[in-house]
């Protein structure tokens, strides 16, 4: 990164010096445009926070595109159901990258208040890469806003070129997912295990 | 509802209707339909007794319990005729039972209880289907059909509704054991109780 | 001339319209052949938000189902709460605090006002008007859920009411402004009204969209605001007085035709009503306790036995049947959608209409899946 005390000289003399990085982020960031996807209740205060009176819009993201192929975010708002599973990963396959997920809301996240369903995936993670997780249940506007606002400064830290590059800037990584298929009894498989890494089981009773 | 379990008789011969007291305080009591003269029944309440609006169409499991009851015998004990409470233990077998609720909409008075109850739990689980009386009935068969695994005859489509086709068990009995796919387990309330409470002792 | 192809039959296409849908209200698939644009089947398909609320209830307690009632209909959850705590009170013979009684008309009422409000943005939103009733009516709905936040503490998933009662009573100031609220409400009606009931585009694609006649909508068994706009006399608050309904002064609107007109301005002309019974709910509400002093949360135990309870929610008949064993957990919970059950009849009511006007009889019938899936 450049020196800060040398920029703010040349600023100072009408120069404006950065990186590409800096500004490829900053365009991203700032026009990240939501795919319209609503679940649940979660959903509900979505759209809410895309309404006047906490307006998405000044952030940018005001713009919710009904179809996967010409959005960038996807807002996984609300419960996600064993039957729903595989048309949400089917979807963020479709998703053309860079791509990123926002879990909002407690069902999104683990489960939620639904944990102990039969038909509740508990937890999208289990399928997709979740980069940003609310919790709540459901989250108000403001905690939405603050998720977009924290996924804006991951977006910001994001490189291109490096060892550390991101996922899209990575010609040899792909960008889907297996998309799980309905069984018997539950879905196949039951997570996938490259996504999904758990914290191990503390339980003492066996 | 007696006279009402009357009018049924006598309207339709052969008719098997009986009365099922609820023991609790709301005093809605329902009447126990047969099945082979059901959707007779059901077309005689609609059409001639007003009741034509479907409400509400649940299925509920009875899996087979014990009751314990006393009965009462009369023996001779030292050549004097005493009445024993003798306990005794039958096994009542379970069954699956689809629970309709009838409004009428012109005489606005409801709700009318109608059950009907399957034989059993494992091979015959078929009750004649209501659709064709009530319109409303439809989806909710479905899901008695989705969840329980209660078969309508007569009804239109009957296929799963709420669960994905592939899907084999009944959910909502009492017996279903849903797959073990949770990674983290809550600590149950007692550890977390035992451990305060240590720490308390200690302190 | 032309080689003629070898067949001359129409084909028809098959479009699965959802579950990810901007107008489905949610994960609502419906598979639909079409012959050019006419709609020649309609098969719902849901399921896609199924969440075991009834299983989840059979083995939690009594109370611990209250929050999961408000997850079910997730615009209107006081009207959730209301219908399970009156359907717990019928099967354990609860009596009801009199204040409570009061507070539960006047939250509903106030449900009922933002539901309807909320539709209007949806089904304009429906018809293409991409968001902009939206956030009128969003506006609106922002100020009745403060009041919701400052009486329960949360915006939407209220967990309010409790057998025999309410959880807690009113800050202070609440009641002013409330009354306050539903002063200028009727403005916003007037305002909305004056925007949307003679635009010539709304007339031309509600007017004579998909009519439905009295009796076939009781056959199927519709209920709320679309059995009466199909001009059938039913409002549940008039016909079971629950509550403390049968003390207020209030009419219950009819359609005539019981087209999609009829069933959209049902609904605002409810509105006016819900503002009339509020006015009085909160010129008379009396001091005294929220709780019935005999009524039981946490250990409840209701004896053995079953009840049917319903209310008229802002969609329509919301009912709970409940069976108890006299344990501390119910043996069976059933919730009666009203969502589930008006889509009985939504294939008869789509049948030869053109694909864009499905969406705007989905959004006449005012679903919420979180209700059809539970």
């Known amino acids: 990164m450049l020196d800060e005390s040398l920029k703010s000289d040349l600023q100072k003399r009408g120069i404006f010096v950065t990186s590409l990085d800096e500004v490829y982020n900053w365009g991203r960031k700032n026009s990240l445009w939501p795919l319209q996807f609503g679940l649940a209740c979660c959903a509900i205060e979505m759209i809410a926070a895309a309404a006047a009176r906490f307006d998405m819009a000044r952030f940018g993201a005001e713009v919710f595109r009904p179809s996967p192929r010409q959005a960038d975010l996807m807002i996984i708002a609300g419960t996600v159901t064993k039957k729903m599973a595989p048309l949400v990963v089917r979807l963020f396959n479709q998703m053309p990258e860079p791509k990123y997920v926002i879990a909002m809301g407690a069902c999104a996240i683990s489960g939620g208040p639904f944990k102990e369903g039969y038909n509740v995936l508990k937890g999208i993670d289990r399928y997709i890469p979740v980069d940003v997780a609310i919790p709540g249940c459901p989250p108000r506007p403001e905690a939405l806003l603050e998720g977009l606002i924290k996924l804006q400064e991951k977006i910001a830290g994001q490189r291109l070129l490096g060892p550390e590059r991101a996922r899209h800037a990575d010609a040899g990584d792909a960008a889907e997912y297996p998309v799980p298929e309905y069984g018997a009894h539950d879905l196949e498989p039951a997570f996938n295990p490259d996504v999904f890494h758990p914290e191990p089981s503390r339980r003492t009773d066996a | 509802m007696n006279d009402l379990a009357e009018a049924i008789r006598q309207a339709i011969p052969g008719a098997e209707v009986e009365r099922i007291e609820n023991p609790g305080p709301s005093g809605q009591h329902s009447l126990l339909l047969g099945l082979p003269t059901a959707r007779a029944v059901a077309e005689f309440l609609r059409d001639n007794q007003g009741w034509d609006f479907c409400s509400n169409v649940s299925g509920v499991d009875w899996p087979a319990r014990k009751v314990k009851e006393t009965v009462v015998r009369k023996e001779l004990v030292d050549g004097v005729e005493k009445e024993i409470q003798e306990p005794v233990e039958r096994e009542v077998p379970g069954y699956l039972e689809a629970v309709y609720h009838l409004y009428s909409i012109p005489k606005k008075s409801g709700p009318l209880v109608v059950r009907m109850r399957t034989a059993n739990r494992t091979e015959a689980v078929s009750v004649p289907s209501l659709t064709p009386v009530w319109k409303s009935a439809e989806f909710q068969e479905r899901e008695a059909f989705d969840l329980f695994g209660i078969r309508f005859d007569g009804h239109p489509d009957l296929r799963r509704i709420l669960m994905w086709d592939e899907f084999e068990d009944f959910p909502m009995r009492k017996d279903y054991v849903a797959p073990d796919d949770c990674e983290y387990e809550p600590t149950p309330h007692d550890a977390v109780l035992a451990l305060v409470k240590a720490r308390q002792e200690v302190a | ?374």
């Open chain 3, 1 to 374: 001339m032309s080689q003629m192809p070898a067949s001359n039959a129409v084909q028809t296409i098959d479009v699965s319209l959802g579950p990810q849908h901007p107008s489905t209200h949610g994960v609502f698939r419906m598979n639909v052949t079409l012959d050019g644009e006419t709609v020649t089947r309609l098969q719902p398909v849901f399921g896609y938000l199924h969440r075991n609320h009834e299983k989840i209830a059979e083995t939690n307690s009594w109370l611990a189902a209250m929050p999961y009632t408000d997850r079910l209909d997730y615009i209107c959850p006081l009207t959730n709460n209301w219908a399970y705590a009156l359907a717990v009170e019928k099967l354990a013979g609860l009596e009801v605090a009199e204040r409570a009684e009061f507070l539960r008309v006047i939250t509903a009422e106030l449900t009922r006002l933002q539901n309807h409000t909320a539709f209007l943005g949806f089904i304009l939103g429906d018809m293409g008007a991409w968001g902009t009733a939206l956030m009128y009516a969003f506006r609106e709905r922002e100020k009745i859920l403060d009041l919701f936040e400052s009486l329960t503490g949360a915006r939407m998933m209220c967990n309010y009411m409790r057998f025999g009662g309410c959880r807690c009573d009113t800050p202070p100031g609440w009641i002013e402004a409330a009354s306050a609220l539903v002063d200028r409400f009727p403005a916003f009606l007037d305002e909305m009204e004056a925007l949307l009931t003679g635009n010539e585009i709304l007339l031309a694609r509600l007017q004579g969209v998909a009519p439905l006649t009295a009796e076939r909508a009781i056959q199927g068994g519709m209920s709320g605001p679309v059995l009466r706009a199909s001009g059938v006399d039913y409002d549940i608050r008039k016909v079971d007085a629950y509550g403390i309904y049968s003390r207020f002064q209030f009419r219950v609107p009819r359609g005539e035709v019981g087209d999609c007109y009829d069933r959209f301005m049902l609904r605002l002309l409810e509105a006016r009503e819900s503002v009339s019974i509020l006015k009085q709910a909160l010129a008379t509400i009396p001091d005294g306790p929220v709780v019935h002093p005999k009524a039981k949360q946490r250990g409840l135990r209701p004896p053995a036995g079953e009840a049917y309870g319903r209310i008229e929610g802002p969609k329509g008949e919301l009912g709970f049947y409940l069976i108890s064993t006299g344990t501390d957990r119910p043996y069976r919970y059933r919730v009666r959608p009203p969502s589930l059950i008006n889509l009985t009849l939504l294939e008869e009511l789509c049948l030869g209409t053109k694909i864009a006007d499905v969406m705007v009889i989905l959004g006449s019938i005012d679903i919420v899946l979180g209700e059809v899936d539970r």
